[in-house]
């Protein structure tokens, strides 16, 4: 299962890192706990970073009712935006300066981002966004109230023109660099999670859904 | 030292989160290993991640001639973009669903990249951005080529409208929620480096540039 391939999804180069598979596509989704969010204010580019969760080919975006995106989103009933997300697996070194590189794996997805009206479908992206710090957590933490649900924005945006761009493996010198003596190699990379630190008063031991 | 603040760079809300310290913004900009830079084409918004370096003031870009950025900004001798470099540094686990939030800090600027045409500039960058993955990885690995260069597009912005925003620290509950029986506290979020992972063929041992 593929997504279409569109004037904004075709690579200018390097096809061959480019790819549209959406198991692939959703399971950079998945990793990442962030997104960078890109559009277009008075003319020029700006961009939010902010945290997502995704709900089969609904990706939800978090804001507060006040930011320039959200509030731009619900004038105009959508925000077109350009949604990016990007999770580095490792450095790469080749024997020449031009292949030095990045493992990587890029999402990148064009829309339109509406406003979630919806009561149950904001509160099935809300738990969604917290459970995906924990599986459980929404259920182990206090609901939303009508005021807070106030100060809080969603977007969704749709997985229709969506690309991955992704680099993996060793460097890719050229054939008469190989015999230098410089080291070659790939540094990997991880974003990894610490000891929990409990906030002062927190009586409960750490939960077994914190991510480890 | 700190960046003036201008209508792109002053926040719609949590202003106590928003920042302008250049030795702060400088330090973000140096940890992080790529960024995202925005821009618009056709009118709507789009994302390229690429790793970049800072040299004092100015940000160089890295990317291929063959690139949708880079030939809008040579064929407009600059493209308006807008670079955000954001660095996860926890997830913040409240008693409230509401303020379960992210430790970050990112950067965004705004301003016109221009392609980078003067040779000793162009070497002075591109030595900077190899040994970026490693002091004196530059020396250390084969030059470029002419035909290199010619495949490889440097654009420079300069850091005028820059803003940090971050968060650090606890949770932050509502007094009335803090003897919920949640767990609420910080998970720890690091970007570490693996075991290096030498190329087939590769004879030297591992550098003791490269990140560990």
Redesign the interface.
Known sequence: MTYPVTA?TTP???RDRVGYDRAAVHAVLDEA??C?L???AD?????L?T?HVRLGETVYLHG?T???PM?AARAAGGL???L?V?L?DG?V??????H?S?N?R?V?A?GTAAPVTEAAERDRA??A??DK??PG??A??????PR?HA??ALLRLELTEVSL?SRAG??A?DPE??D????????????????????????????AY??S
């Open positions: 904004a200018h180069r390097l706990w962030y960078h890109a559009f277009v003319g020029a580019p700006a961009q970073p945290m507060s006040g930011s320039g509030l077109r935006v350009c990016a990007t580095l450095l070194y080749a024997r020449s300066q031009f030095h990045a990587f890029c990148v064009h809300f738990a966004l917290v710090l924990g957590r929404a182990d933490s206090r609901g939303v109230s807070e100060q809080t761009k060793a460097p010198d660099d190989l230098l003596p410089h080291w070659a190699g790939v540094v990997p990379l991880r974003l990894t999670p610490g000891t929990p630190v409990p906030d002062a008063g927190t009586a409960a031991p750490a939960p914190l991510p």
